[in-house]
């Protein structure tokens, strides 16, 4: 195992568009979160999800964002109408407990122009 | 709700010197304290987890100290390197919630050649 994946690594799309995301946790992990960074920030935490069950989110998950985690494996973050403060880096990580640290991955960078 | 504060946002230092980096959170009642490094552009790297009921871990040059009571956590680096230039963060896993982790802006570090 190679660790978390982030499909893309950059993506650029302009205003008003839809993108997804897509993030490949560690396979025995059954946690999986998505938390988004801004310049000079630490990550804020978006959603997480505890095998398919969407358990959390947080109220900087407006109702333009949807997450999904089918069947308990990789999971998608889809932005719809995509404005410019959702330009940000969007961070995927999983872990295995809650006696386990999280395992990030490398994240997407997205530019909305 | 937790806040995590991380002192300074930005620290320079000459090579082979002995640095610590500081953080504190304000709710004392946490799971665990985990410590990263994200390079830049990048996504984040897990150094050292200490659980609640520890006081230290090690690993290489990096030794994490935790004071739950005081709402401390130091990360101390030996003989800095080159290659120890990032951004370093702290996050907190608050008992009670095996979710999200609240995040400190990080410090960023440079260690001059």
């Known amino acids: 195992d190679t660790g978390v994946s982030q499909n893309p690594r950059h993506k650029i799309t302009k205003r008003g568009q839809n993108v997804t995301f897509r993030c490949d946790p560690i396979?025995?992990?059954?946690?999986l979160y998505w938390y988004r960074q801004t310049l000079g920030q630490g990550p804020e935490f978006l959603t997480y999800f505890q095998n398919e069950a969407q358990l959390e989110k947080s109220r900087l998950l407006s109702d333009r964002f949807s997450a999904e985690r089918p069947k308990g494996s990789f999971s998608t973050l889809e932005i719809q109408r995509t404005e410019q403060g959702d330009s940000a880096m969007y961070l995927c990580?999983?872990?295995?407990?809650?006696?386990?640290?999280?395992?990030f991955g490398s994240g997407t960078r997205l530019t909305v122009v | 709700k937790q806040e995590v504060t991380q002192i300074p946002a930005a620290l320079s230092v000459p090579e082979g010197e002995n640095l610590v980096l500081n953080c504190s959170f304000t709710d004392s009642a946490i799971y665990n304290l985990q410590w990263f490094r994200q390079d830049p552009g990048k996504g984040l790297t897990s150094l050292l987890l200490i659980q609640s009921s520890q006081r230290e871990q090690t690993s290489g040059r990096l030794n994490a100290s935790l004071d739950k009571s005081s709402g401390r956590s130091t990360l101390y680096i030996a003989a800095s390197q080159p290659g120890d230039s990032a951004t370093y963060l702290c996050a907190v896993r608050i008992s009670g919630s095996a979710r999200q982790l609240t995040f400190g802006s990080g410090t960023q570090l440079t260690v001059l050649p």
């Open positions: 396979s025995e992990h059954n946690r």
């Open positions: 990580a999983s872990s295995f407990g809650a006696d386990y640290g999280y395992t």
